[in-house]
C-alpha cells in the first residue's frame, strides 16, 4: 500500500508526477518547464497555508532554479531531493528515472525550512545545536578544500537528504534546511569511517 502525504507535491513534468504517483498517494502539481510562472507561484502561497508544499525537482541546475525560485516566492516549503545517482536514465537526470522506492524515501526525509534564517540568528542566543555553519565547519569536515570535497559533500548530501552542491550551495542548503551539528558530525563521522579516514 502506498503511503499517503498530506502536502502537495512539486514537481516540473507529467512523467515526475506519474511516478510519485506510483511511489505515494498524494495530490501533485506540475510546473510544466523551467519557467514558473507568477499565477503558479500565487496559487502554490494559497496552498501553502492550507495543506504544505512539498518540493521535489530533478538533481540538476535547472532544477535547483525552479527550487529557489518557488521556495523564495512560497516560504515554509518542505525540501525532498533525490540522489542524482538515483536519477539517471538515457543519458539524462530527473525524478522520471528514479524508482519508486527512491522517490518514496526523498519525500519521506523531506526537510522544512526553519523559520529563521543565517542572518537574523541572533548569534548570542544561538546554541551548537542550532547556530549557522560557516565556510570553517565545511573545512573542518572536508566538505571543502579537500580533494575529494565534492564526492563527501555528494555522500553527506544524499545521506541527510538535502541533496548536493557546490560548497556555497552546500552551505546554504545546511543552515536553510534545519541541518543541526549533531547531525551533519555523525553523517561526517560515519562517510569518514567508511572510507577509513578520521574525523578532525
Given at each position: 500500500?502506498?503511503?499517503?502525504?498530506?502536502?502537495?507535491v512539486?514537481?516540473?513534468?507529467?512523467?515526475?508526477?506519474?511516478?510519485?504517483?506510483?511511489?505515494?498517494d498524494?495530490e501533485?502539481?506540475?510546473?510544466?518547464?523551467?519557467?514558473?510562472?507568477?499565477?503558479?507561484?500565487?496559487a502554490?502561497?494559497?496552498?501553502?497555508?492550507?495543506?504544505?508544499?512539498?518540493?521535489?525537482t530533478?538533481?540538476?541546475?535547472?532544477?535547483?532554479?525552479?527550487?529557489?525560485?518557488?521556495?523564495?516566492?512560497?516560504?515554509?516549503?518542505?525540501?525532498?531531493?533525490?540522489?542524482r545517482?538515483?536519477?539517471?536514465?538515457?543519458?539524462?537526470?530527473?525524478?522520471?528515472?528514479?524508482?519508486?522506492?527512491?522517490?518514496?524515501?526523498?519525500?519521506q526525509?523531506?526537510r522544512?525550512?526553519?523559520?529563521?534564517?543565517?542572518?537574523?540568528?541572533?548569534?548570542?542566543?544561538?546554541?551548537?545545536?542550532?547556530?549557522?555553519?560557516?565556510?570553517?565547519?565545511?573545512?573542518?569536515?572536508?566538505?571543502?578544500?579537500?580533494?575529494?570535497?565534492?564526492?563527501?559533500?555528494?555522500?553527506?548530501?544524499?545521506?541527510?537528504?538535502?541533496?548536493?552542491?557546490?560548497?556555497?550551495?552546500?552551505?546554504?542548503?545546511?543552515?536553510?534546511?534545519?541541518?543541526?551539528?549533531?547531525?551533519?558530525?555523525a553523517?561526517?563521522?560515519?562517510?569518514n569511517?567508511?572510507?577509513?579516514?578520521?574525523?578532525?
Amino acid at each position: 500500500m502506498r503511503r499517503q502525504i498530506p502536502e502537495i507535491v512539486v514537481v516540473e513534468g507529467i512523467h515526475d508526477k506519474q511516478r510519485v504517483l506510483e511511489a505515494v498517494d498524494a495530490e501533485v502539481w506540475v510546473i510544466g518547464g523551467d519557467r514558473v510562472a507568477h499565477t503558479f507561484l500565487a496559487a502554490l502561497q494559497r496552498a501553502a497555508k492550507q495543506r504544505g508544499i512539498i518540493i521535489l525537482t530533478d538533481p540538476d541546475g535547472p532544477g535547483e532554479r525552479i527550487r529557489q525560485r518557488i521556495a523564495q516566492s512560497v516560504p515554509g516549503c518542505r525540501q525532498a531531493f533525490i540522489p542524482r545517482v538515483a536519477a539517471l536514465g538515457a543519458g539524462c537526470v530527473g525524478v522520471e528515472h528514479a524508482t519508486p522506492s527512491a522517490v518514496s524515501r526523498a519525500l519521506q526525509k523531506a526537510r522544512p525550512e526553519p523559520a529563521f534564517c543565517q542572518e537574523s540568528l541572533d548569534k548570542h542566543n544561538a546554541t551548537p545545536q542550532t547556530a549557522a555553519f560557516t565556510l570553517r565547519d565545511l573545512v573542518e569536515y572536508g566538505l571543502t578544500g579537500h580533494p575529494s570535497a565534492a564526492s563527501r559533500r555528494q555522500v553527506v548530501g544524499e545521506r541527510l537528504g538535502i541533496g548536493h552542491g557546490n560548497g556555497k550551495t552546500f552551505l546554504h542548503k545546511l543552515n536553510m534546511l534545519g541541518v543541526t551539528r549533531q547531525e551533519l558530525a555523525a553523517v561526517v563521522m560515519e562517510v569518514n569511517s567508511q572510507w577509513g579516514e578520521q574525523t578532525e
